[in-house]
């Protein structure tokens, strides 16, 4: 079954800044045993907050176009994995051992519908 883990970072510090949680090292090691596992379908990291556009529709039909960096919660989508496993119990288990759920970061896994 495939499952989506969404990182997310931690919310800002009063001064305003992202704690990192872990070290880039850490990152690597952690998409390399994705990879070797074989259970790797897709993953990227997303560019900056202030490079995002959000797009909402009125009940009237018109379109309303923002420039980020207006995330409507405190903590920002970093990046995501879509891996194929095969249950819920294995893709918590990937989730636990991914960098982004330390220091703060979180890991939301959601199972990737297969209906459409």
């Known amino acids: 079954m495939k499952y989506m883990l969404l990182m997310y970072s ?5 001064a305003g800044e992202v704690p990192e949680p872990c070290e880039l090292e850490e990152w690597f090691q952690y998409d390399k045993e994705v990879q070797e596992a074989g259970i790797q379908v897709a993953s990227h990291a997303l560019q ?10 009125g009940e ?7 420039d980020g960096p207006f995330a409507e919660t405190r903590e920002v989508l970093g990046g995501y994995y879509v891996i ?3 249950d819920l119990d294995v893709a918590l288990d990937w989730a636990a051992r991914c960098p982004g759920a330390r220091g703060g970061g979180s890991v939301e896994v959601r ?5 459409y």
């Not at 931690?10 to 009063?14: K, S, T, Y």
């Open 10 to 14: 931690p919310p800002m510090n009063d």
């Open 48 to 57: 900056d907050l202030t490079t995002s556009t959000t797009v909402r529709v």
């Open 60 to 66: 009237g039909g018109e379109r309303v176009v923002t």
């Open 84 to 86: 194929d496993v095969p």
């Open 111 to 115: 199972p990737v519908s297969e209906e």
